[in-house]
């Protein structure tokens, strides 16, 4: 099967840091890569899509400068929240599609983003 | 806008029984995603649905799909305990790349002896 692993699993950091998180397809190439952000006890939010090579698409309401979006890779992307503020503190999720099942998605496990 | 609707969102129910949790969206989609997710977790690939008529079952869950009445079902039968979770519906944006989901609230789910 596909999996997605993600780095680190828990990151609590001070206000105005940046903190990265990783994401990564570990037995397949992934073209496009998603980013979702869950707040406790809620649905998960699509933030953007990571394309290899090119830009970030991000959907509405997402502060492409605070959430930067680097797909260096077909395996790699990574999320970088800037200048984090307490109201980031999240649960951040990674996706990707393996080419052998474009309609399967796997989730990675999860980021938990804490800041004070 | 793609909007997607669960109910319910609670669902408390006692081990052996029956029940049915419903997902309806608002525009064409040609795939739906059931997921499981436990406290803390990520997401847990249940089911996927691509077609009209669509029928899956694994173990005591079953999943539907009426693309015309744009609404899936994810059955439960004779509950048990391992099945408390939350289960999330998600749609596929139509032309939108592979993995561009709408996501449902989440139905927690309790199962009690």
């Known amino acids: 099967g596909a999996v997605v692993s993600q780095h680190p699993s828990w990151v609590i950091c001070k206000s105005g840091t940046s903190v990265k998180i990783e994401c990564r397809s570990l037995d397949f190439q992934a073209t496009t890569m998603f980013w979702y952000r869950q707040f406790p006890k809620q649905s998960l939010m699509l933030m953007a899509t990571s394309n290899e090579g090119s830009k970030a698409t991000y959907e509405q309401g997402v502060e492409k400068d605070k959430f930067l979006i680097n797909h260096a890779s077909l395996t790699l992307s990574t999320l970088t929240v800037t200048s984090a503020h307490p109201e980031d503190s999240s649960f951040y999720i990674c996706?990707?599609?393996?080419?052998?099942?474009?309609?399967?998605?796997?989730f990675g496990p999860g980021t938990r983003l804490t800041v004070l | 806008e793609l909007k997607v609707e669960q109910n319910p969102l609670f669902l408390s129910m006692q081990e052996g029984k029956n029940y049915t949790i419903y997902c309806n969206y608002s525009t064409t989609s040609d795939r739906l995603y059931w997921y499981r997710q436990d406290p803390g977790k990520s997401l847990e690939s249940l089911f996927v649905l691509l077609s009209n008529g669509a029928v899956k079952q694994e173990g005591r869950l079953m999943a539907s799909l009426d693309t015309k009445a744009r609404l899936s079902t994810l059955h439960i039968t004779a509950a048990v305990h391992d099945l408390s979770a939350t289960y999330f519906c998600a749609v596929g944006r139509d032309g939108g790349s592979q993995g561009n989901l709408i996501f449902g609230k989440g139905t927690k789910l309790s199962v009690k002896p």
């Open positions: 996706s990707a599609s393996p080419p052998w099942g474009l309609n399967e998605q796997f």
